[in-house]
């Protein structure tokens, strides 16, 4: 099998929206990642760091899934990274409550050595110092680096971004974030910005209007499924990178047709990830579920239209 290295926290999340409110729980960009990865058949590793607070069981949640936290460091007398939010009504948008970066601030990722030589590599969230680092540690050339960063680096470390930005295929941003990046306000005119700037590949998530593929002059929309409720939107962007990087992986395809069917998977993935509190729904989820609901996606996505002229 194919083997997808993974690096992003595993967390602590507090998370308060319109439908109620946690105490904390599992989360991190790294959690949702290969929760929602573990549905595909390859080989996934998280390189991460937690604090002796996290518990054996969201240890033994990720050993379950196969997930092989070789690179997942348990740092003794550490309290794990931990964030807190409250989202607005519209849970479009959303108030950092307070963040820990606890054992995250000294982290320096050691990419197990039977990882060295993954065929994907996706770079969660993190800052662009210590995703350069994994990249310097991989002993052969990656088919495919997918990577996910947001505003907040954009602001902070611009320069060092920019810096990995140059070194990766595949860049997963929102709307929002394209276009602080660019300066354009034009998706599309972003997304060449983007390309010029190193990535073959642009995909910019827009929640709940879907996601878009952008590769040269081509441009691919994927819709997101219309749901009943939207519980709790977080993780989703995470969830949509772990389907879309663990389709990937398993296909061992990365041409722009088959992208199309990896932002389809994302998107299904994501749209379970938002039906509960945190990960709570990815963990309870099934194949047949996952299944189930790409039927709907198809369904949602296909259509005949006569070119004829009359």
Sequence with gaps: MNKLLIVGTVAFDAIETPFGKTDKILGGAGTYIGLSASFFKLQQAIVSVVGEDFPQEYIDLLTDRD??????EVVKGGKTFFWSGRYHNDLNSRDTLDTQLNVLADFKPVVPEHFKDADVVL???LHPLIQSSVLDQMTEQPKLVVLDTMNFWMDCALPELKEVIKRVDVITVNDEEARQLTGEYSLVKAAAKIQQMGPEYVVIK?????ALLFHEKNVFFAP???LEEVFDPTGAGDTFAGGFAGYITQSENISFENMKNAIIYGSN???FCVEKFGTERMVSLTKEEVLERLQEFRALTQFDISLEEE
């Design 67 to 72: 997930i092989d936290i070789t690179g997942l």
């Design 123 to 125: 770079l969660g969230n």
């Design 206 to 210: 827009k929640g709940e209007h879907g």
């Design 224 to 226: 997101a499924l219309p």
């Design 269 to 271: 993935m994501a749209s």
